[in-house]
């Protein structure tokens, strides 16, 4: 990791952010073909698929829930995704418990009761990991199950909040993250800002991580409008499209 | 008509399908088309749910003492009972039928069993189906029309075609599922069986032409 | 799965019957690729990467340098790794799990097209007594419509033409600085066949596939062959491999125009 870098000087971080601002975020849905639903993913450097496959016959039967669909996740970085050392491929430990917490957001959130006996698979595959990853995750992953047709009461969207140089800072990137003080990934139900994902590490107060939630709410507001415009996006360029054609353009 | 997406508010009306009620607001749970005036939500994507009195194309899958499994393009299997078939059915049999009841655990339940011999078997998205069907069967009976083809389909999404130019009846019915939500479908398909059908000939001769050259190559 | 089994069944039938009429299920050639699509340079994490679009299949290679230590047979070499996901979101009868045999057949092959051609002079990654340079080539499936092997061997070759050679110092990378790019020798492509009944196509749709009977990929340079793999429990005659070699050598022009 090396030594300690400034990360925040004269109020810019180490790319160029101002503390509450934002990467870039851009979410192309229906991206892969085969799949029921899918995403494509960028958000600064982060670059993720997420596919849906389901509701469908629910192998292997152990799985089985007799009242609901079993909603299952695979969160696997690729080795090939940060600028070190070539990886492992396959999940990790720490993969194994994102899958697991990012399983239960979406639990939360689709009516599982409609398809009982069935599963439901959520694939997120991180192609280029920039810190964030399991945000963006959670974040493309629902615009893949919408896009699959599954029902859920909502969207969700996260973002991360870190801590770095002392200060309170939005969507940290991987030099942040590494140096950082303290990281809290947050994910919200977007209609009525429920918390879905909530983890934390490092040192906060009481007062700086109301702060933290306030700052990753007002984010996610920009987050769902990304994921709704991906979502529209898919019919109305192909209505454009034709349009287009019938207009002789 | 607007696309409405999970989560998004579609006012207070209560008992729309595909929506739900929470605080006395109705929600979408699903991207679909919605429209305001009549208060109806269409969803545009997704797997097939089985209902009673849907007609669907399945594949027998096993052959059991009492009937048969049959594959219904979902994540439930039909079930077939001997009784109600008069003939047997064999292993792999494409059949044409009807959903005569469906349980809260989804046993399905299938009647009126017909075989459907030969043919190709399309899936496409089942909440496309009524659009590939049309008024009156008016869409689906144009590509029969010029194709020439048998063609069934399944509210299951899945298409059977048999005989006439079978691939450009697949294609048509390809383009439909992609241009479904999208106004002036007939003329469009009228005009791309139209085109295609102009084209059709060049293409068969330049695929015989390397067809001959794989000949050539064997001798 | 069962179903697929029996639904391969049948559309196995429809296909045969197609090509009995002299056409292919999707209107094209016999010896006709689909729409064939290659984005270099999708990752920067990655020293090489690239995106292969066949149709609607789409395979993403990433190329990643390390530093480790030789093979004791070959001291002198650096040493080169190909493996290939089949990931679970291409298709839905692809399980998450370690590498199956299709998948490790899938990366051997691409393997072996690169290998065989020494289009890597691994000579050259020599950096001194017991450490080497190490090259990684990761084959991630993403989109399965069928013919991965060939969109395999595209995405891994443009992938490699897309390396930027990280600057080596005291046996150590240092991934933020860059020495030009990897010295390559001629490019490689594969071309796979399917024997379906009497026919033979290249560029098998998912559909095709599942009525093949057997299936020949051969990987080329311009001029020769430098790498074959016949699978599937059909047999081929040899005046057929025969007569698809050439074919390869031909349609490999087509494909290499594409890797610049």
């Known amino acids: ?249 | 008509m607007k696309i409405v997406v999970p989560g998004e508010s579609v006012g207070d009306a209560k008992n729309i399908p595909s929506t739900y009620v929470e605080g006395g607001k109705a929600r979408a749970t699903v991207v679909g088309l919605f429209d305001e005036q009549e208060g109806r939500l269409v969803s545009l994507q997704g797997t097939y749910n089985p209902r009673f009195d849907d007609v669907i194309i399945g594949v027998v899958e096993e052959v059991k003492f009492a009937g048969y499994t049959v594959d219904v393009n979902c994540a439930y299997k039909g079930f077939m009972s001997s009784r109600d078939c008069r003939k047997p059915l064999r292993l792999g049999d494409v059949i044409a039928a009807k959903v005569s009841s469906v349980d809260e655990v989804k046993n399905v339940n299938l009647i009126e069993a017909f075989v459907l011999f030969g043919g190709h078997i399309i899936d496409i998205t089942p909440t496309k189906v009524p659009r590939l069907i049309g008024k009156k069967n008016s869409m689906i009976g144009m590509i029969v029309e010029a194709t020439k083809s048998e063609i069934r389909v399944g509210k299951n999404g899945r298409v059977w075609i048999r005989g006439g130019d079978t691939s450009l009846a697949a294609r048509a019915v390809f383009k439909i599922e992609a241009e479904a939500h999208v106004s002036g479908l007939t003329d469009r398909v009228q005009a791309f069986l139209k085109k295609e059908m102009a084209n059709g000939s060049v293409a068969g001769i330049a695929e015989l032409s390397e067809r001959n050259d794989v000949e050539g190559a064997r001798q | 799965m069962f179903i697929v089994e029996i639904l391969d069944e049948v559309k196995r039938d429809y296909v045969q019957e197609v090509l009995k009429k002299g056409k292919r299920p999707e209107e094209r050639g016999f010896f006709d690729y689909r729409e064939i699509a290659l984005k270099k340079g999708v990752l920067s994490s990655a020293e090489g990467s690239a995106l292969a679009r066949i149709g609607k299949t789409q395979v993403l290679a990433a190329v990643k340098i390390g530093v480790g230590t030789p093979f004791p047979d070959r001291p002198n070499e650096g040493i080169m790794s190909t493996s290939s996901e089949l990931l679970p979101l291409a298709s839905p009868y692809f399980e998450p799990g370690p590498p199956n045999e299709n998948s490790i057949e899938l990366a051997r092959i691409v393997d072996r097209g690169i290998r065989s051609s020494e289009t890597i002079d691994l000579e050259s990654f020599y950096l001194e007594e017991g450490k080497v340079m190490s090259l990684f080539i990761d084959l991630y499936v993403l989109d399965h419509s069928g013919n991965l092997i060939d969109a395999s061997a595209l995405a891994a070759m443009a992938a490699l033409l897309d390396v930027k050679m990280p600057r080596v110092e005291e046996c150590k990378i240092i991934r933020t600085e860059h020495v030009g790019s990897l010295k390559l020798g001629e490019k490689v492509v594969a071309c796979t066949f399917a024997k379906i009944g009497e026919a033979i196509v290249l560029d098998a749709s998912v559909d095709e596939e599942a009525a093949t009977d057997a299936r020949i990929t051969i990987a080329t340079v311009p001029e020769t062959v430098c790498a074959v793999q016949k699978s599937g429990r059909g047999a081929l005659k040899v005046s057929e491999i025969d007569a698809l070699i050439d074919k390869s050598l031909e349609k490999g022009k087509e494909l290499r125009k594409l890797l610049v």
């Open chain 1, 1 to 249: 990791m090396g030594e300690k870098p400034k990360l925040i000087v004269n109020g810019v971080r180490t790319d160029g952010r101002k503390p509450g601002d934002l990467r870039s975020l851009k979410i192309t849905a229906g991206f892969l073909h085969r799949a029921d639903g899918s995403a494509y993913l960028e958000w600064g450097e982060n670059k993720i698929l997420a596919a849906v496959y389901g509701p469908r016959e629910c192998v292997p039967r152990h799985d089985m829930n007799p009242y609901k669909a079993c909603v299952r996740c695979r969160y696997v970085m690729a080795p090939f995704a940060s600028l070190e050392e070539h990886g492992r491929s396959g999940p990790s430990r720490r993969s194994i418990e994102l899958s697991k917490v990012i399983r239960e957001v979406f639990e939360n959130v689709v009516l599982s009761e409609q398809f009982p006996k069935t599963a439901i698979d959520v694939y997120i595959e991180v192609l280029q990991a920039d810190g964030g990853t399991r945000c963006a995750g959670i974040t493309a992953a629902s615009v893949a199950l919408a896009n699959a047709g599954i029902p859920m009461k909502d969207l969700v969207s996260a973002v991360a909040v870190g801590k770095v140089d002392g200060e309170l800072v939005l969507d940290c990137n991987k030099i942040e993250d590494n140096h950082g003080e303290s990281d809290v990934p947050i994910a919200f139900a977007a209609r009525n800002k429920d918390v879905l994902l909530f983890q934390m590490d490092g040192l906060l107060s009481k007062q700086e991580l109301g702060k933290a939630f306030e700052m990753a709410e007002a984010a996610s507001e920009y987050i769902h409008e990304v994921q709704v415009n991906a979502l529209k996006e898919v019919y109305e360029k192909k209505k454009a499209e034709i349009e287009g054609e019938n207009n002789g353009v």
